[in-house]
């Protein structure tokens, strides 16, 4: 079955960076587009980033553009978000997603704060 595990996350202070990894696996990886998204307390889950499946195309919501860069390996099945010039708005839990067939799978997410 499909699944997408996320690892990276943490404690990090404003302006620092840090990478998160989704390591996918029960699907042909390369055939799809996967996406960061990113939940706030209270709030509805969004989207943060989506990279194609081969040439490596990528879309970026506003808040982060500059800041975070999204990529993939899919020799290892991986997709990573490196994120640097942390904001305290930054904290949220975030989720890798895979759009399969039109159904969206998720990681069980992960949380980032950014705090000093």
């Known amino acids: 079955q499909v699944q997408l595990a996320e690892s990276g996350g943490g404690l990090v202070q404003p302006g620092g960076s840090l990478r998160l990894s989704c390591a996918a696996s029960g699907f042909i990886f390369s055939a799809f587009p996967v996406c960061w998204y990113r939940q706030f307390p209270g709030k509805e889950r969004e989207l943060v980033a989506c990279?194609?499946?081969?040439?490596?195309?990528?879309n970026y919501a506003d808040s982060v553009k500059g800041r975070f860069t999204i990529s993939r390996d899919n020799v290892k099945k991986t997709m990573y978000l490196q994120m640097n010039s942390l904001k305290a708005d930054d904290t949220a839990v975030y989720f890798c997603?895979?759009?399969?067939?039109?159904?969206?799978?998720w990681g069980q997410g992960i949380q980032v704060t950014v705090s000093s």
């Open positions: 997603n895979a759009l399969i067939f039109q159904r969206n799978y």
């Open positions: 990279i194609s499946t081969t040439d490596g195309s990528a």
